[in-house]
């Protein structure tokens, strides 16, 4: 079955940065495209970053776009994300997500996520 | 503000059907069969219970449907369940720039 696992979830300073990753098994991970979305507490979800299955193509929502990259190494099965210049505003649950065969389509499954807390 | 509006909350008794209705833009639900609808329970992550506008996945009950006419897209409950107590959310494909969006979410409440 398919299992997402994030780690590196924190508390960090304002402008800081940290490095999320997911750890995926259960299918072929190399043949999907990944997701990155984000739920901040008590509040809707909202997708963050997306990169194809061979990391050839990279997007991202307006609200990230230049501070955070996300990646992937096919040879370890695993997804990254890197945040950088962290707002308070980035306060979240992050969660990673596979993408379904239809790649337009939003994501299949989901990991638990792992929570980034921004603040002083 | 959400890009896709969904009503605050829905509910029900048990047995009754239910429908959640998700409104975008002809930019959005109206351009893409590409709507999907996630269950979520509090402190869990989303699960996926219809793609594609109306395509359920395997293991997910016959008692949920998905539709689309125009820019709304919705989701119907049938036969409803204790279980089905949750928050669930749409979201829709956009384009090559905003790529995709999601709704606000509706808490269904089972009476």
């Known amino acids: 079955q398919v299992q997402l696992v994030e780690s590196g979830g924190t508390v960090v300073q304002p402008r800081g940065s940290l490095r999320l990753s997911c750890a995926a098994s259960?299918?072929?991970?190399?043949?999907?495209?990944m997701h990155w979305l984000r739920q901040a507490p008590g509040k809707g979800l909202e997708w963050v970053a997306f990169?194809?299955?061979?990391?050839?193509?990279?997007y991202y929502a307006d609200s990230v776009k230049g501070r955070f990259t996300i990646s992937r190494d096919n040879s370890e099965s695993t997804l990254y994300l890197q945040m950088n210049s962290l707002r308070p505003e980035d306060t979240a649950v992050y969660y990673c997500?596979?993408?379904?065969?239809?790649?337009?389509?939003?994501?299949?499954?989901w990991g638990q996520g792992t929570l980034v807390t921004v603040s002083s | 503000q959400s890009a896709l509006t969904q009503p605050a909350s829905v509910s029900g008794s048990p047995g009754q059907s239910i429908t959640i209705s998700c409104t975008g833009s002809?930019?959005?639900?109206?351009?893409?069969?590409?709507v999907s609808w996630y269950q979520q329970y509090p402190g869990k992550a989303p699960k996926l219970m219809i793609s594609?506008?109306?395509k359920r996945p395997s293991g997910v009950s016959n008692r949920f449907s998905g539709s689309k006419s125009g820019n709304t897209a919705s989701l119907t409950i049938s036969g409803l369940q204790a279980e089905d107590d949750a928050d669930y959310y749409c979201?829709?494909?956009?384009?090559?720039?905003?790529?995709?969006?999601f709704g606000g979410g509706t808490k269904v409440t089972v009476l």
């Open positions: 259960g299918f072929i991970f190399s043949g999907y495209a």
């Open positions: 997500a596979k993408g379904p065969s239809v790649w337009t389509s939003m994501a299949d499954y």
């Open positions: 002809s930019s959005d639900v109206g351009s893409w069969n590409l």
């Open positions: 990169i194809r299955f061979d990391g050839s193509d990279k």
């Open positions: 594609e506008v109306s």
């Open positions: 979201c829709s494909y956009v384009d090559s720039s905003t790529h995709w969006v």
